[in-house]
């Protein structure tokens, strides 16, 4: 193997494809972790920025995609510590703010973004979790507190960021309900929160069966658009918080404000773009290896398989909806 260089996938235009390319090998400057990557998680953000469509995470192209990464440590920079060779890592690494992401055969990361990756975990496992993960913690438990004795609402109960926002709810105590479609009821419900039909369902009828009119503690919008309106109306009244992932439009804040309640939102992308409060997200992903350690935590991960030439199918997945669990690249690597 050429030390020197590596594969890639390279996007040149907006939409373009994923043209396979050798560039040089990075290296790791003082700070940075040198990983050799075994697999990259897609996130619907992933498809937005190869589109051009997300104004808020750009990424100049040409450009290696993707921002999640699990891979071992090959290599540590000048004054890193807590990370040797061999180590299994994982975390929310690159793919936007010109910093290359993972779709390539190794990646130079700023060391205070990456945590070792849970023990019983594949590392096609572990490519699934840090931005899903990264946003439930900093909405449910650095904007909203979650803590025993709450009710928690989480929108899209079965999607990326809400599945294991179920997950860290109950693991701090609270109990969970979440909306879902019909098809995905159990699975929200094998997580341990009790399933809503939102398609049969108004949002007035399951605030009165659940909470006797009250509303919720917590609302998790991981939807965007109608749903963060529909969050507003069930939150409860005098100190009912809601949180969105995805609060970009124009809302009516009337109804919470009514309810003398609150609104968080929660934007995970900031460290990456401005190059502040990286250590706070390997700290983050450390949390998330703890949990998954403990038993209490665990990632949905679909079980089609993708490597560096079908990866533009799985973005057409996504942006599709299509994902049964979140989609994982598995990047090939040379013996």
């Known amino acids: 193997m050429n030390q020197a260089t590596m594969q890639a996938l390279v996007v040149e235009t907006p939409a373009g494809p ?8 990075p290296e790791a400057a003082a ?18 920025i190869r589109a051009g469509r997300a104004d808020h995470a750009q990424q100049a192209l040409p450009a290696v995609l993707g921002i999640d990464l699990a891979g071992v440590v090959e290599a540590v920079g000048e004054g890193v510590s807590g990370f040797a060779p061999g180590d299994a ?33 594949s590392l096609r496992e572990a490519a699934a979790l840090p931005l899903v993960f990264i946003t439930a913690w900093e909405g449910l438990v650095e904007r909203a507190q979650v803590r025993q004795g709450q009710k928690v609402l989480i929108h899209g109960g079965a999607g990326g960021i809400g599945h294991v926002a179920i997950q860290l709810a109950r693991a701090r105590g609270a109990e969970v309900y979440a909306t879902a479609s019909a098809a995905n009821l159990e699975v929200v419900r094998a997580l341990g929160a009790t399933p809503i039909d939102y398609t049969t369902t108004t949002v007035e009828q399951y605030v009165a069966e659940y909470t006797g009119g009250e509303g919720f503690d917590i609302v998790f919008d991981t939807v965007g658009g109608s749903t963060l309106d529909a969050s ?8 009912g918080h809601v949180l969105s992932a995805l609060g970009w ?28 409060g990286r250590t706070r997200h390997g700290e983050i992903m450390a949390e998330a290896t703890k949990l998954a350690d403990a038993g209490l935590l665990r990632v949905r991960v679909d079980e089609r398989r993708f490597h560096f030439d079908n ?25």
């Open 89 to 121: 890592v994982y975390g929310m690494t690159g793919g936007v703010g010109g910093v290359q992401g993972s779709l390539a055969e190794y990646a130079a990361v700023d060391a205070a973004l990456l945590a070792k990756a849970p023990a019983n975990w």
């Open 18 to 25: 994923f043209e396979r390319k050798t560039l040089p090998r």
């Open 232 to 239: 507003f109306v069930a939150a409860r009244t005098y100190g």
């Open 31 to 48: 700070g940075q972790v040198l990983v050799r990557i075994h697999a990259s998680g897609i996130n619907p953000l992933d498809t937005k």
């Open 249 to 276: 439009g124009t809302h009516k804040l009337a109804p919470l404000s009514f309810r003398a309640a609150t609104y968080s939102g929660v934007f995970t992308l900031r460290p990456l773009l401005t190059g502040k």
């Open 311 to 335: 990866v533009a199918e799985a973005h057409a997945l996504v942006e599709a909806g299509d994902g049964r669990g979140k989609l994982v690249v598995e990047v090939i690597t040379a013996a």
